[in-house]
């Protein structure tokens, strides 16, 4: 009888120490928290939208859109029109809105779109490329660069 109370509780201890195990925050999530709180305090607006269809981001699955991380700032005083582009081979297309933008370069890597309206520019970019939020800076000042053009 005392080998079987022995197993159960062995049994009781690895599945309890399981399931805390099993609750940690993994590496990624963590450093993804971490980059968005960096751009928080930055000035960005950080958040997880549907990838709109205009920026061709590929689909998750047949039936279900891709989410993506948007970043945005707000200009308080802009009044900007609205412009819509892609990017294509380290260059800006568009594909609505004022054409000057067209093949203007990009150094930041994982961006995906960038749209431009009212008193917000923000960029639709995977993550994912810069857990170490390396680019935060320089895509902030790049947003606030395209406001001024």
């Known amino acids: 009888m005392s080998n079987i109370g022995i197993?159960?509780?062995?049994?009781?201890?690895?599945?309890?120490?399981?399931?805390?195990?099993?609750?940690?925050?993994?590496?990624r999530e963590k450093a993804l928290g971490l980059m968005r709180d960096q751009?928080?305090?930055?000035?960005?607006?950080?958040?997880l939208?549907?990838?709109?269809?205009?920026?061709?981001?590929?689909m998750a699955s047949e039936k279900r859109?891709?989410?993506?991380?948007?970043?945005?700032v707000l200009i308080p005083d802009a009044r900007l029109a609205l412009m819509r582009a892609r990017v294509v081979d380290g260059k800006l297309q568009?594909?609505?809105?004022?054409?000057?933008?067209?093949?203007l370069p990009i150094a930041l890597t994982g961006?995906?779109?960038?749209?431009?309206?009212?008193?917000c520019v923000g960029l639709y970019w995977d993550e994912e490329t810069d857990l170490r939020a390396t680019q935060l800076d320089d895509?902030?000042?790049?947003?606030?660069?395209?406001?001024?053009?």
């Open 65 to 72: 859109a891709s989410m993506v991380a948007y970043y945005s």
């Open 94 to 103: 568009v594909v609505q809105g004022d054409q000057k933008f067209n093949d």
């Open 111 to 119: 961006v995906y779109a960038i749209d431009m309206q009212a008193n």
């Open 139 to 149: 895509m902030k000042a790049y947003l606030h660069e395209l406001a001024k053009r």
């Open 49 to 58: 939208i549907v990838a709109p269809e205009w920026t061709k981001v590929p």
């Open 39 to 47: 751009a928080r305090k930055m000035g960005l607006h950080p958040r």
């Open 7 to 27: 197993w159960i509780t062995v049994a009781i201890v690895l599945f309890v120490l399981g399931s805390i195990f099993g609750l940690r925050v993994s590496p």
